[in-house]
């Protein structure tokens, strides 16, 4: 596995998207930038939309090949009012 892209400091380093798995990848690196040092993707297979997973944590992440907007974002908002948790 690539090495982490945020560095002991806690400063994110550029990493390429050209993939769902590049994109899961980063995802971690965010998890591992915001504290939570355990996260880790899930892998390939039924994981039921959970991609990355830390002990008090977990991310579903979605690559797009075109910009998406702000529909995903909104839909999260949405989903947080209606439930009063983080998004499905």
């Keep these: 596995m690539e090495e ?7 400063v994110f380093r550029a990493r390429s998207i050209r993939t769902w798995q590049d994109a899961e990848l980063a995802a971690v690196d965010h998890m591992h930038g915001l504290g939570f040092t355990d996260a880790q993707m899930t892998g390939a297979g039924a994981d039921g939309g959970i991609d990355v997973i830390a002990r008090d944590a977990i991310a579903q992440v979605k690559h ?5 907007g702000v529909g995903p974002f909104e839909n999260c908002g949405e989903w947080r009012t209606r439930t009063g948790t983080c998004c499905p």
């Design 64 to 68: 797009y090949s075109q910009p998406v």
């Design 4 to 10: 982490d892209a945020v560095s002991s400091a806690g």
